[in-house]
């Protein structure tokens, strides 16, 4: 593995809640990132609960997670170590009820 899959595996497994995004929660970058944000403050998830990733400011972590999650996009979120997916992903599980079980049930 190398040192950015081993730095990014580190990220997953240390954070309740996940965000690889463009920018940040208070500043999203792309409209993906920001409606993941959003999508999260829907669910009730308070903003200081999330830890971002800003893969703008680290080009090997856009890279690379990428490969880490065999995800082709940016956003993606991770709920206590495991890949969600994506801001299409996220509002589809929002819109059926799934996302809020799996914030609830692995993150609060």
Do not use: H
Request: contains cysteine; hydrophobic residues 40%.
């Amino acid at each position: 593995m190398s040192d950015t899959q081993q730095r990014i595996d580190q990220l997953v497994k240390s954070s309740e809640v996940l965000l690889f995004m463009k920018g940040n929660a208070n500043f999203p970058q792309c409209g993906f990132s920001g409606r993941a944000i959003q999508i999260l403050k829907a669910c009730g998830v308070d903003a200081k609960a999330v830890t971002t990733v800003n893969v703008l400011e680290d080009p090997a972590i856009r890279a690379g997670i990428k490969d880490y999650s065999n995800w082709p996009t940016i956003p993606q979120l991770y709920v206590k170590g495991e890949f969600i997916g994506g801001s299409d992903i996220m509002t589809e599980m929002y819109e059926s009820g799934e996302l809020q079980q799996v914030l609830t049930g692995k993150a609060a």
